[in-house]
């Protein structure tokens, strides 16, 4: 599954939250009405943003990492996988998923 279209809903999601935001503070401070959008405060979607903005820097980092890995790693942790899942079905035991 590729991860960039889901890191760029996040970083939409942050955005929009922190806009949303905004103009409720912006609306609280010119007027003596207190908006709020299903019970959240502008504080609210400050939190709603720093989270969303977190999470996407971190789906980020984590497949940039990946795309660092050796090759050499990467085949290796491939071929314990594999034969830890033949020991897993050698052994009768009953796998979590149906084999593809």
């Known amino acids: 599954m590729p991860v ?3 890191i760029d ?5 942050g955005w929009t939250s922190l806009f949303v935001g905004f103009v409720l ?3 609280s401070m010119a007027t003596a009405y207190r908006p709020t959008i299903f019970g959240l405060s502008s504080i ?3 939190m709603i943003a720093i989270a969303a903005m977190l999470f996407a820097i971190a789906l980020a980092a984590r497949t940039w990492v990946k795309s660092q890995e050796p ?3 990467a085949a290796r942790r ?3 996988t594999l034969d830890a899942w033949n020991r897993l079905k050698q052994n009768g035991e009953p796998a ?3 084999e593809p």
């Open 71 to 73: 090759a050499a790693t």
């Open 4 to 6: 960039l279209p889901l």
């Open 25 to 27: 503070k912006v609306v």
């Open 9 to 13: 809903l996040m970083l939409l999601a």
């Open 78 to 80: 491939r071929d314990e």
């Open 96 to 98: 979590a998923t149906e």
């Open 44 to 46: 609210d979607f400050l």
